[in-house]
Nanobody
Framework: QVQLVESGGGSVQAGGSLRLSCLVS?????????MGWFRQASGKNREAVAA???????RYKEGVKGRFAISRDDGKNTLYLQMNSLKVDDTAMYYC????????????????????WGHGTQVNVSS
């Protein structure tokens, strides 16, 4: 099991940038997991935004490709999401997830465990 703590959210104008971080702690290390970012806007379902597997392979949701970049530093047990050219539609709570599966679409499958979630960090983009 691991605990996930997100940071880096905030308020920015459209066209701006933010970098989200997710610190992984606990008896297991980040390198054991396929990691991803999800987001949930007010009144909408949670959706997968980007994911990165243990070997560095990445996947993105259509609509964020070319603007967002997911990366991981397993030495620091940290997952990142660099968000550029932000749009008002990117406004949401962003969640970090750790799963034992592999990449499918823009997310990691659960694999042989329930997966772990962080508590989220809010991103607000204004026009």
């Amino acid at each position: 099991q691991v605990q996930l703590v997100e940071s880096g959210g905030g308020s920015v104008q459209a066209g701006g940038s933010l970098r989200l971080s997710c610190l992984v702690s606990g008896p297991n290390t980040a390198q054991q997991y396929c990691m991803g970012w999800f987001r949930q806007a007010s009144g909408k379902n949670r959706e997968a935004v980007a994911a990165i597997d243990r070997d560095g392979s990445t996947r993105y949701k259509e609509g964020v490709k070319g603007r967002f970049a997911i990366s991981r530093d397993d030495g620091k047990n940290t997952l990142y999401l660099q968000m550029n050219s932000l749009k008002v539609d990117d406004t949401a709570m962003y969640y970090c997830a750790a799963r034992r599966g592999s990449l499918v679409g823009a997310m990691c499958t659960l694999g042989d465990g329930p997966g772990e979630w962080g508590h989220g960090t809010q991103v607000n983009v204004s026009s």
